[in-house]
């Protein structure tokens, strides 16, 4: 703890933004990975993927314990409590997007059917606005950006929409054969995984816009359309 | 803020300690009702339910904002920061089991077909398992008994088994007729919802442990046998 004392509090907040960005990172690196894991079926990927998400568990521990530091270490009126409760928000947000990318991955051994191809180009299209959001909204963050969080934030509604044209083309291709039902059961909580880490991304973005303005976002989340299956 | 100035630490932490309590009684009994909702598809009982869930969102940010106090009154050497980073994290964990009890109460709307006794009797079986653990979880919680924390860390697993069992017969119902579907698409989610309330309940009992002990509980969580479409 000792080196801690020398360091200044913004040294401090800038190791722990660094630290957040790049768990983020990671995170969106394990989203790209998962999605490839099931359209390609490529099993060995998988194992890898499994592997990197005990790094950003890690990382969220790493985060706790500098936000413990610096409350412990410095007078509590000098620090803004809102950096460090951002903090230990959105690294609990990343830690749930690692988990759900990681059970992406998992579940694709379970996908060995040919997909149609409006299923994959679907959930292809999710996974790419899920890491374009989470990318945009790291970038809010370390910016201290609050239109940019504001922008992601009413941007989940296309994930959304995604989300439910996807699980209706799942539970067609149920209704088609029966020996799709297992395989595609995966599907529909893979689907509803990206749909989650969504939520996460629109969570940070809340946590981000908050940091910065002190106030909170207006208005209800946008939310996706019919959005019967997918449970909004 | 000023009358907080005359309370004594002690009592700061034991009206957090209460709060916490209410928090989980309540969400006790939204998983109860929601249960309820779906077994006997009461539409009423449901609106009755979702409305409820924002007096659990209020608690949660009561707790934040006791929390915010504690820190900011006292000096941070003389207060326990495992008390305040147990708060937020219990609290955290109970917002999400509100949550996921609304959902299911939303998804019964979808599920008005007939089904099967076995799955009426896992799923009814698998929550009153979820709502003892989470009682005896929070009960832990109040008394500072590590024991009990770690009992249900360990009982975790005869839910996931619950649910394992829940989502075969769900999809063998499904296998069975193409027009069950739908309405079991959202029974294999609801089923989802309740194993991640289980999940939710064994991190609170980490937490508890951790905060009474000092240490992590020993060995990796217990995990369901099969667990394949559970996803575990």
Redesign the interface.
């Known amino acids: 703890m000792a080196e801690h004392l020398v360091k200044s509090y913004d040294e401090q907040l800038s190791i722990l933004t660094n630290t957040i960005a790049k768990m983020g990172a990671l995170a969106e690196k394990q989203i790209k990975d998962a999605t490839e894991a099931l359209l390609t079926n490529d099993q060995e990927f998988v194992d890898e993927i499994v592997g990197k998400d005990d790094r950003i568990d890690e990382l969220e521990k790493n985060i706790?314990a500098q936000v413990?530091d610096l409350?412990?270490m410095?007078?509590?009126?000098a620090i803004d409590?809102r950096e460090t409760?951002s903090a230990?928000k959105i690294s609990?947000d990343l830690e749930r997007i690692g988990d759900l990318a990681k059970?992406i991955a998992?579940?694709s051994r379970?996908v060995s059917v040919k997909l149609p191809d409006n299923i994959k180009k679907t959930i292809g299209a999710a996974s790419e606005k899920v890491q374009k959001n989470l990318k945009l909204v790291l970038d809010a963050f370390v910016n201290r950006d609050a239109k940019v969080a504001e922008m992601v934030w009413n941007s989940d509604e296309e994930i959304d929409n995604l989300i439910d044209i996807s699980?209706n083309s799942v539970?067609e291709f149920?209704?088609g054969e029966?020996n799709y039902?297992?395989p595609a059961?995966?599907l529909?909580?893979m689907s509803?995984n990206l749909e989650r880490m969504g939520d996460h991304a629109t969570n940070i973005a809340e946590t981000v816009y908050y940091l910065v303005t002190g106030d909170d976002i207006e208005g209800d989340r946008p939310k996706g359309q019919s959005d019967?299956?997918s449970?909004q």
Do not use: D, S
Request: net charge positive; proline share 3%; no cysteine.
């Open positions: 706790e413990v409350i412990t410095r007078q509590p009126m409590l409760v230990m609990g059970n998992k579940r379970y699980m539970t149920m209704e029966k039902i297992k059961a995966h529909l909580f509803k019967i299956l449970g």
